[in-house]
C-alpha cells in the first residue's frame, strides 16, 4: 500500500529533514510538503544537516499550496493530534487503526503505478497544529499513547512513531508475506475515490444543498463535516462519485429554473407531459 507523509505549513526547516530521516529508516520516500514557512526549505542547511543521509527523500519531496494537491491519489487519511477533539473522526492508537484498516476488505483499483491509491499521514504547523478543517476531512484521527502529564512530540519525532507503527502493521522488512490476510467480504465494485475526488464532489454537493434552502451558507453548522466522514466510512467509488455529482448539478440546474421561472426539465418536465 503505497504511504505519504504530509507535513502542513511547517514553519521549521530543521523538522522537514528531521520527518526524511524518519520516513527512510521506514523505507518511506512520498513526502509532500503544504506551503511550508520557508520557500527554500528542500534547500536550506538545518534541513540538510537534520535529514542526515536522507537526501534522496528530499529531493523527491514535493511543495505545494492546498492539501487538495498533496491529497491526489490518496484514499485513506489520517490526522495527527495529542488530543480527541469534541467532533470529527474518531480517535484511535496508531497500532489499533491500522489492524483494523489492514483487515478491511481490499478494493479493486485503476490507480496508476505514478499515482497509486494509499494511505496519507497529516502533521500540522508547529504553532498551530492542525486545523479542524483539516481533520474533519480525514477518516482517523491517530493518538500515539504518551505520559498525559507531558505527551507533547515534536514532528520529527511523532512522525518517526507513525512510521513505525505503519511499518510493523505491513509486516517489517523483508516479511510481505505476512501482511495481515483481508477480510472476504464482498470489496466494492470499482475504484475507490480518492480524497481529492470526494472534496470536489462535497463543494458540488454543498452548493446543491444552498440552492435547495436545505443549507444556510451564513449558518452552516457541522453539516459538511458531517457529510465528509459519512462518505469517508462508506469508501464510495469513482463511479459513485459521478452519480452523486450528476445529482447536485441537476438540483443545481433545476434551482436554476426556478428562479428564472423556466419550465422545469428532466424527470419532472416529463412527468408533466
Given at each position: 500500500m503505497h504511504t505519504r507523509f504530509i507535513l502542513i505549513q511547517t514553519s521549521h526547516a530543521g523538522n522537514v529533514g528531521a520527518a526524511a530521516r524518519a520516513m527512510k529508516t521506514m523505507g518511506f520516500d512520498d513526502l509532500v510538503l503544504v506551503a511550508p514557512r520557508w520557500p527554500n526549505v528542500l534547500r536550506r542547511e538545518e534541513t540538510i544537516q537534520r535529514a542526515s543521509g536522507a537526501l534522496d527523500v528530499l529531493e523527491k519531496c514535493r511543495i505545494v499550496d492546498t492539501l487538495d494537491e498533496a491529497l491526489e491519489g490518496v484514499d485513506h487519511l489520517c490526522a495527527t493530534a495529542m488530543t480527541p477533539r469534541d467532533f470529527g473522526p474518531p480517535?484511535?492508537?496508531?497500532?489499533?487503526?491500522f489492524a483494523q484498516l489492514l483487515a478491511a476488505p481490499a478494493a479493486p483499483t485503476d490507480a496508476s503505478p505514478t499515482q497509486p491509491a494509499g494511505v496519507a499521514f497529516l502533521f500540522g504547523s508547529e504553532r498551530f497544529g492542525m486545523c479542524n478543517e483539516d481533520v474533519y476531512r480525514c477518516h482517523a484521527c491517530l493518538s500515539i499513547p504518551s505520559n498525559p502529564e507531558f505527551g507533547s512530540l515534536n514532528i520529527g519525532a511523532a512522525l518517526q512513531v507513525i512510521a513505525y507503527e505503519w511499518r510493523l502493521a505491513l509486516?517489517?522488512?523483508?516479511?510481505?508475506?505476512?501482511?495481515?490476510?483481508?477480510?472476504?467480504?464482498?470489496?466494492?465494485?470499482?475504484?475507490?475515490?480518492?480524497?481529492?475526488?470526494v472534496a470536489g464532489m462535497l463543494t458540488h454537493l454543498e452548493r446543491a444543498l444552498v440552492d435547495l434552502g436545505f443549507l444556510d451558507p451564513a449558518a452552516p453548522k457541522k453539516l459538511m463535516p458531517r457529510l465528509n466522514q459519512l462518505f469517508n466510512r462508506a469508501s464510495?467509488?469513482?463511479e459513485e462519485i459521478h452519480i452523486l455529482r450528476g445529482i447536485a448539478k441537476a438540483v443545481v440546474q433545476q434551482s436554476t429554473f426556478v428562479r428564472q421561472g423556466k419550465p422545469l426539465r428532466g424527470a419532472d418536465a416529463g412527468a408533466k407531459g
Open positions: 480517535t484511535r492508537w496508531p497500532r489499533e487503526h509486516g517489517g522488512f523483508g516479511a510481505h508475506a505476512q501482511i495481515p490476510a483481508r477480510s472476504s467480504a464482498q470489496p466494492p465494485s470499482g475504484a475507490l475515490a480518492d480524497a481529492a475526488q464510495v467509488t469513482e
